[in-house]
């Protein structure tokens, strides 16, 4: 039945302009007209009783949320758990206790009870839209291609945890009788799998893309909507006996409704006011902002928390409809500027400096058997599909990670009344203050305890292990080829796919490429790595961030059509620049990459000069030749990728010419290796350039040498049998040209390369940063660029008068000189 009461006048006093009441018989209820602007202190009175109060408790609020997000950073804590611990700092237990506020007067006055108020009003505001956002957010198409393990680890991960929660409030916290129903909302907080906490978590460990973090999302994604569903069962039982069914059976009919009615009716309406491709009007996003007040307002009237209507209709919004501008926008609004007054307003309610010691240990005890029921039954269902423990017990711990529907519940829970059907006019507390702040606490503890002991079962940021199987040298002549570029613009991918081109895919040797474009992390974006497929669907929220993912489809589906043993799989990645190494080194080891191809930092201009395009990338590429489990190219682009498709029209059987040039070292062994398999492509002519250090130099060096390890040993014995083996295999090869040349140190090197001229598309060069040859003598202190190497600076120099592009391999730093070279067959 309807309340009588509904929307009914409230009886108020009525009072005049002036504040007086009027007299008798006048129907009239005015407000105060008064002006709030003053001369401020330069008047004898107090400005805080007429300046808003509110400015004060959003700069405070916001302040204390940003020096703990700043705080927490290095920790790799998620957003979530800095806003709730700046919540808790704000509120009573802190700055607004009641120490502080007799320390302080200031204090006092600006949250004082009375002036709180407006606080919450726009705190739960913007939860209103933060939640909205969680929706739109959340692709429920994903829902059908989960597994049976992740389906099972999600709902078992929100069922057993949610029994153990109700019975840990009924028999650890011992309430009265007149708080038994706080075990529903404690079960509800203890069940729930933050989604966005977790996939933060993992984005910052570098675990987004891993098994283990594709599994933790999926089970993470069933867990968010079973969380849901109990928390609306919760809410409905907690209702009066009499419209326990109502409240059950009201947000069913408004799901309904809003997936036949409200879904079809905003895509007639944006398909008719807006364009493709052009931005909403000012009317489309008010209507939209709108409805997401009144689809909480629907359900808020229905007896369910006006939270469930913004996620639904959040829901129901198909994804990329919304442009990510809006999303920005919004996000930054609700999410940056009114939320945390949300979590202040939580913290306002929390009085964990007035628990006493028995309380305190039963928070404690809480927060530690809190982790017990998820890891259980995720190493059970783990192990039923032949999971290790090692991989159950980190799924268990990720999904006790906590989010903001945990703390939704609480404060449900905390507000909620139960009106008995003998006494109407009773109202009895679900939850009272003490079970609200141990919960509460409890989450805080499960949400910044996940992000270490991953980090501590996975350790993800040590450094990347190299392995045999990564080296062009060890690459068996029939294994396939497995190469990793990573692009941060669109204008680099010409080279790179020339250059991919020419790498000589077979059908006995083929070639797969990830090609991965690199992105910088927004400020409101979820670090992300995300596989593009071939019709680009999976792409478009990415294309309207960027714009250029269908030039890059379309790119290396051309490459695909000229070389059809070469495989292409495109996939971007979102992190911050200080990160995005790791991305590329941990595909690098999840793929099992042979070789990493990254673009200089430098492009050349229409004027053949060379400009920087963001000193970030530069950057990426140091990072990551540093981190690399395997070799790594950087390719400095000159108009290679221009050059060769004019190339192909030209008549002769060798269009393009490639000179290599040997010095020694194991970077210059790997470059080689690359070299030859370049040779082996019917329109590449290779010129290999050895230098030998002539024998007076080698007389004058003889006390260096005597000096030199068995390492270094090892080294010259390795060159000598990779280039023994290379004339061999190219001696009946007329397209491969050989030639040594005697140097005594940098000087006549530098002569002798001068003397190449401009006769070459592409110089590959080995880095040979760490191998001292006097061969090299004195280049390597003028270096401008040690990411080239000193062959490849003087290459790059103006002063140089080829222009030609210019290859720079290195093979994995922490390999040994020499150890993976000799006993192993040659490309």
Known sequence: MVNPNFLKVPELASYNVRGSRPAVGVDKLCYLTDTITDNGIWEEID????????????????FVTRLCLLLLKPLRQPHFAAELLAGILVGSTAIASEFARKQLPILDSIFAASRIMMMETVGNLGLI?????????MDLRALTSVGPKALGIGISGALFPFIFGASSYTFIAGYPENFRWGCLYWGVALSVTGLPVIAEILAKLKLLHSEIGR???SSALVNDFSSWVLLVLSLAVTSSNSSTYLSLFSPIVFIIFSIFVIRPALLWVIRKTTREGEEYSEATVCTILTMVLACGLITDICGVSSVLGAFVFGLIIPPDLLGHRFVLMLQGFASDLLLPLYYASLGMRTHLGKLNREDMLM?????FLSFIPKIVCTVAISYFYRMSLHEGFTLGVLMNTKGLIAVIAMSLGRDHTVIPLPLPLIKIMVMNEDGFAIMLFTIFIMTIATSPIVNFLYQRTK????????????????TELRILTGFHEVQTVAGITALLEISHASRRSPICVFALQLMQLKKHTTALLIVHGASGTSSESISRIDGQIDQLITAFKNLERQSPTLSVQLLTAISPYGTMHEDVCSLAEEKQVTLIILPFHKRQTIHNNMEEMNPAYKDVNNNTLATAPCAVGILVDRGFGTLLPTKKEDSTSRSCRIAMIF??????????????RMARHPRVALTVLRFILNGSSATQNADTDLSLTMEGEAEKKADEFLVNEFRHRVQNDVSVVYMEEMSSNGAE????????????????????????SPLKGGLDEWSD???????GDLLFTSDFSSTASILVVQQHAELNPGSSTQGNSIL
Not at 463 to 478: A, C, E, I, M, T
């Open 785 to 791: 660029c040690p990411d080239l190497g000193s062959i």
């Open 129 to 137: 839209y933060h939640v909205f956002l969680l929706g739109l957010e």
């Open 463 to 478: 450094k990347f292990l190299p392995s045999q199987h990564r080296v062009l040298q060890n690459l068996k002549p029939d």
């Open 363 to 367: 928070m404690i005890l809480v927060s």
């Open 47 to 62: 400005p805080l009783d007429k300046l808003p109060i509110f400015i004060f408790q959003l700069a405070i609020v916001l």
């Open 215 to 217: 599994i933790a999302m």
């Open 749 to 772: 090197t530098v002569k002798t390369i001068r003397s190449l001229g401009q006769d070459f598309d592409l110089y590959v060069v080995g880095r040979g940063l760490g191998f001292f």
């Open 663 to 676: 010095i020694g070292g194991p970077d210059d062994r790997e470059a080689l290796t690359y070299a030859l």
